[in-house]
């Protein structure tokens, strides 16, 4: 029995869903975002909410259910209220700046480390240790966060 799976995900007012097959659409006060179901999974939008159910009981379809619908909520939540992670720089001489599109991060290498920024991810750096990131896609927001972090592991 899936429990998140059978929850519906209740779409608030002012943002817009959109069915087309195994595609969804949703688009909110703050941008929109796309994403392909996969085909086993289906998808109705009753009123304000969407629900999802399965076909049968495998495993595969199992897993499925929870993460479309989690996937699906995660939508909806980010185009009302966003994502945000703050990473925090913890060493002596570390330090982060923002310069046009590219974070560079000095963190005891020879050498700065560049890194590119992510179209629908918005960087700030109110200080010199402290990465603000948000986003309304948390998949790409997580992403990014991770490479962040994976240049100099704690």
């Not at 619908?69 to 939508?75: K, V, Y």
Request: net charge neutral.
């Amino acid at each position: 029995m899936s429990r998140i799976g059978n929850m519906p995900v209740t779409v608030p007012e002012g943002v817009e869903v959109k069915l087309d097959g195994q595609h969804i659409t949703v688009k909110g006060p703050k941008g929109s975002l796309e994403r392909d179901i996969h085909p086993n999974m289906k998808v109705e939008l009753d009123g304000n909410e969407i629900k999802v159910s399965r076909p049968d009981d495998t495993n595969t379809n199992k897993s499925l259910h929870g993460t479309t619908r989690a996937l699906i909520h995660n939508m909806v939540e980010g185009v009302v209220d966003g994502y945000k992670k703050v990473l925090k720089l913890v060493g002596v001489g570390y330090r982060a700046q923002l310069k046009g599109n590219k974070l560079i991060l000095t963190v005891g290498y020879s050498n700065p480390v560049e890194m590119d920024k992510p179209e629908d991810v918005e960087i700030n750096v109110p200080d010199n240790t402290t990465i603000e990131l948000s986003s309304i896609n948390k998949e790409h927001l997580g992403n990014f966060a991770a490479e962040v972090r994976a240049v100099r592991s704690p």
